[in-house]
């Protein structure tokens, strides 16, 4: 409040009130020793809807400053309560004084909590969660406020001058203090100060005034109004969203919720719809009737979006409305887990509305609305959810890893947490939920671009927190990446780690000549990763009907198989055992043999006797050499009988092998590879043989 709206109060402090004893709000002039005095003695109180004591030393330091040279601190607000609302009397800080009793007249703070708070602690000298507020002293030298030991004489203790002892210890000081000293002591005791006290008001109207006047500075958090407005003595919705939802989402290291969602929530589930109007009009009873189903709805919710969206713990959630939608859906369905039609939708519909940034305006009145499509979802149908993607990989780009805030940053930390991201150094998974990989928006971690790097050798202006630059490491790989290019410690790991690719991809991170790794391109990488994260987006989204990239991946795995058992199963049977060297040319072989020897001397745990049997060594071989192994002379009779037409095994294999380059070293691909590709699987998938390799060449002889 605005002391300069009532001017009397800072000059001379008459007005006229006894010839206006109607009216409800009275401006009083006092001073700082009248404001202690009146804490000390139990007359000012917090109330319920007061948020917690925040001031931080410095904060306070600053506010006596300001004292000190006579600057104004601002009006102090109350409100003169009837004794019916001693109840709402809230212990923020131990301040030594007594319980509120049922027949005490109390005036509670509505503004100016924290200064209060902040100027009694010191001025009694009291300790407060661990800090020693004996130790801001008043410098008498260089007449500042500081936060160290007193030693009374430069530095005394604020706690010192207030007290009983301050004529005693003024002779103790230098002389040469002594003007400083009593300036200050007087200034303190003398500081006048504006009250202004409200009364004959209702809990309802005290909670806007509250409101209203904090509307200046931070905005006041509606739950606490709420809460305070509905406070029983059995029931108290502060309290019991702390030890209800807050403790146990922290027990499963999920981390804190907005206590907004619980009031949307349960204005949703009372009222149909979740705006401030509707949580203000919750009553006690709405709220303790519907309090146990809430309580459940949110935990299985929190369950549901780490289990399946990717939602690690609260700080990747992009929107609290998720939380809110999915309890309601819970209370409502009564169900304890989401059948797999409705967590089909529901996955689309978080990706759609995440990358989509759909709750990030109105998002109370659209979760109104959207609650009818949960109804729905509910009742059997399959409600259309449709939110526009304009996403592009500049958009990715322009996003930070440094904007906890945006939805865009923290879906795409869940979309890599559903691939299950793998460390980098030996494929064992990363523990997202326990294993300490945080600090994202570090300058030194979780980049593969490192920042050194790119300071000294990256293109000018290079943003290392752009999010196609970003990968969860662990702590040591982190410490040993540092300041490495790329195109050195990439092979590295590859050396040391022979499944490297398959742990790359579980962070979608290109590999290929086109990915600008290794030859440390950043904008050509930024470029090709981004184009990977929007293809997955559309994939969870539903824009994209292609299968992910690792089902894509395994896909390609599980056909490359299939042709090698063909091949194997065949010649063994009509060339028997030495079949290697009699019906594979020397060229394939040749570069079989070396890709093996390269692999053992990467990984000298590896045996040449391993790579004995053919079989084997036919998973050295590349997919145009399956076609050379097939086409060859000899050989293309036995393999006639299932490939038909030697054109059409050319023209689908070429199709497969562009295909499979791109997808296996997440390359970037045209539609036509794709379709072609695609194409071509379907193609293998219809001639190939279902039955047991071994049985191919038996049937063709009983033919």
């Known amino acids: 409040m605005d002391p300069t709206r009532f001017p009397h109060a800072?000059?001379?402090?008459?007005?006229?009130?006894?010839?206006?004893?109607?009216?409800?709000?009275?401006?009083?002039?006092?001073?700082?020793?009248?404001?202690?005095?009146?804490?000390?003695?139990?007359?000012?109180?917090?109330?319920?809807?007061?948020?917690?004591?925040?001031?931080?030393?410095?904060?306070?330091?600053?506010?006596?400053?300001?004292?000190?040279?006579?600057?104004?601190?601002?009006?102090?607000?109350?409100?003169?309560?009837?004794?019916?609302?001693?109840?709402?009397?809230?212990?923020?800080?131990?301040?030594?004084?007594?319980?509120?009793?049922?027949?005490?007249?109390?005036?509670?703070?509505?503004?100016?909590?924290?200064?209060?708070?902040?100027?009694?602690?010191?001025?009694?000298?009291?300790?407060?969660?661990?800090?020693?507020?004996?130790?801001?002293?008043?410098?008498?030298?260089?007449?500042?406020?500081?936060?160290?030991?007193?030693?009374?004489?430069?530095?005394?203790?604020?706690?010192?001058?207030?007290?009983?002892?301050?004529?005693?210890?003024?002779?103790?000081?230098?002389?040469?203090?002594?003007?400083?000293?009593?300036?200050?002591?007087?200034?303190?005791?003398?500081?006048?100060?504006?009250?202004?006290?409200?009364?004959?008001?209702?809990?309802?109207?005290?909670?806007?005034?509250?409101?209203?006047?904090?509307?200046?500075?931070?905005?006041?958090?509606?739950?606490?109004?709420?809460?305070?407005?509905?406070?029983?003595?059995?029931?108290?919705?502060?309290?019991?969203?702390?030890?209800?939802?807050?403790?146990?989402?922290?027990?499963?290291?999920?981390?804190?919720?907005?206590?907004?969602?619980?009031?949307?929530?349960?204005?949703?589930?009372?009222?149909?719809?979740?705006?401030?109007?509707?949580?203000?009009?919750?009553?006690?009873?709405?709220?303790?009737?519907?309090?146990?189903?809430?309580?459940?709805?949110?935990l299985l919710a929190a369950d549901t979006l780490r289990k399946n969206m990717g939602v690690v713990n609260s700080d990747y959630l992009p929107y609290g409305a998720f939380v809110t939608l999915l309890a309601y859906y819970y209370i409502k369905s009564g169900n304890r887990g989401m059948p797999p039609e409705h967590l089909g939708w529901t996955k689309q519909w978080f990706w759609k509305a995440s990358f989509g940034q759909y709750y990030g305006s109105a998002g109370p009145t659209k979760m109104g609305r959207d609650k009818i499509l949960f109804d729905r979802l509910i009742a059997g149908e399959k409600p259309t959810f449709d939110v526009p993607l304009r996403l592009t990989v500049q958009d990715l780009v322009k996003n930070r890893m440094t904007w906890t805030g945006s939805a865009i940053r923290n879906a795409f930390l869940c979309l890599l947490a559903t691939h299950r991201p793998l460390d980098l150094r030996n494929n064992t998974p990363l523990d997202l939920v326990a294993g300490g990989i945080s600090d994202f928006t570090n300058n030194e971690k979780h980049h593969i671009f490192p920042r050194a790097f790119l300071h000294r050798s990256g293109p000018e202006d290079a943003e290392i927190h752009a999010l196609p630059n970003f990968c969860f490491l662990t702590a040591e790989l982190n410490k040993r990446i540092l300041d490495d290019e790329p195109a050195q410690y990439i092979p590295t790991l590859q050396a040391e780690n022979k499944e490297f690719d398959k742990a790359a991809r579980s962070h979608l991170i290109p590999l290929g000549t086109d990915s600008g790794v290794l030859d440390n391109d950043y904008l050509k990488f930024l470029k090709a990763r981004g184009d990977l994260i929007l293809g997955e987006i559309g994939r969870v989204c539903g824009e994209v009907s292609t299968p992910r990239q690792e089902e894509c991946q395994e896909a390609i795995r599980d056909l490359e198989n299939r042709i090698r058992d063909t091949i194997h199963a065949v010649l063994s049977v009509r060339v028997q055992d030495n079949y290697w060297k009699a019906n594979v040319p020397l060229a394939v072989r040749d570069n079989a043999e070396k890709r093996i020897q390269q692999d053992i001397d990467k990984h000298p745990d590896l045996k040449p006797e391993e790579f004995a049997p053919i079989r084997r060594k036919l998973d050295y071989i590349n997919v145009m050499d399956d076609r050379t192994i097939i086409e060859n002379g000899a050989n293309w009779p036995h393999f006639e009988p299932i490939f038909r037409r030697k054109q059409d095994l050319q023209n689908y294999l070429e199709q497969f092998s562009e295909y499979r380059n791109c997808v296996m070293h997440s390359r970037p691909m045209s539609e036509l590879t794709r379709m072609g590709g695609e194409m071509a699987m379907i193609w293998f998938d219809s001639v190939l043989p279902s039955e047991e390799p071994a049985t191919i060449a038996e049937e063709e002889d009983g033919e």
């Open 10 to 298: 800072v000059c001379g402090g008459r007005l006229a009130m006894n010839d206006h004893q109607d009216h409800k709000i009275e401006v009083k002039s006092s001073m700082l020793s009248n404001l202690v005095a009146d804490v000390a003695t139990g007359r000012y109180r917090v109330p319920q809807f007061q948020r917690e004591y925040v001031w931080n030393k410095a904060k306070v330091r600053e506010l006596f400053d300001s004292i000190y040279h006579e600057y104004p601190i601002g009006s102090f607000f109350l409100w003169d309560a009837e004794r019916k609302h001693n109840h709402l009397f809230r212990q923020l800080v131990d301040l030594g004084v007594k319980p509120v009793g049922e027949h005490d007249d109390v005036s509670f703070i509505l503004d100016g909590q924290q200064r209060i708070t902040a100027l009694y602690v010191t001025l009694m000298g009291r300790t407060v969660n661990g800090t020693d507020y004996r130790n801001i002293v008043f410098d008498l030298k260089d007449q500042v406020f500081k936060d160290r030991l007193p030693d009374n004489k430069r530095y005394v203790s604020v706690a010192d001058l207030w007290g009983p002892g301050a004529a005693r210890l003024s002779r103790q000081i230098d002389v040469g203090f002594v003007d400083a000293y009593d300036r200050c002591l007087v200034t303190l005791r003398t500081y006048p100060i504006s009250v202004i006290e409200v009364r004959d008001k209702k809990l309802a109207d005290v909670c806007k005034i509250f409101r209203r006047i904090n509307q200046a500075g931070k905005r006041l958090d509606r739950f606490d109004l709420i809460s305070a407005m509905t406070f029983t003595a059995e029931f108290d919705l502060r309290e019991r969203f702390k030890k209800d939802i807050v403790a146990r989402l922290k027990e499963k290291l999920f981390g804190g919720i907005s206590a907004a969602i619980v009031t949307q929530l349960l204005a949703l589930v009372k009222h149909g719809q979740s705006t401030e109007r509707y949580e203000y009009s919750l009553t006690s009873d709405d709220i303790q009737k519907l309090w146990k189903d809430a309580v459940s709805g949110v």
